[in-house]
């Protein structure tokens, strides 16, 4: 059996730690890092998805990949998780809910987090682009 393959990063992601919820307020990114939008390829998780101040509901998530030990947080190190633009310079704005690491301590080890839409109505002030590119 051959083993699981790390996977391909074909995509560029800008990232802000602790960032502002308004998207004209958020500035430079804290790093720029090779990704894979790879919703689909592990089991589909739904997470809770912020929209009005006294409304939750739970929402569809991406799955973003990272290159091993690439600067990643969720609100389990800072109150206020990052937020990804990914492809980076395209408008669409992820938050995330969740990350860790895949095959730890293994040659195919990466980070993986999952990631609901950022937009109008949740968490992050932002809208994604019309049509989605």
């Not at 802000?16 to 890092?33: E, N």
């Not at 739904?46 to 939750?56: A, D, G, H, I, P």
């Not at 091993?68 to 947080?73: C, E, G, P, S, V």
Request: contains cysteine.
């Amino acid at each position: 059996m051959s083993a699981f393959a790390l996977p391909n990063f074909n995509l560029t992601a800008r990232v802000w730690h602790a960032p502002a919820r308004i998207l004209t307020a958020l500035g430079p990114p804290s790093l720029t890092t090779a990704c894979n939008l790879a919703n689909g390829r592990v089991a589909h998780i739904q997470v809770e998805q912020k929209r009005l101040v006294t409304q939750n509901a739970l929402g569809a998530s991406a799955s973003l990949l990272f290159p091993a030990l690439t600067d990643i947080r969720d609100a389990s190190v800072f109150s206020n998780p990052d937020v990804i633009e990914c492809p980076a310079l395209s408008g669409r704005y992820y938050w995330v809910a969740f990350c860790d690491d895949i095959a730890k301590g293994f040659a195919n080890e990466h980070r993986w987090a999952i990631c609901p839409k950022a937009f109008t109505d949740g968490w992050f002030q932002g809208r994604w682009p019309t049509p989605m590119t």
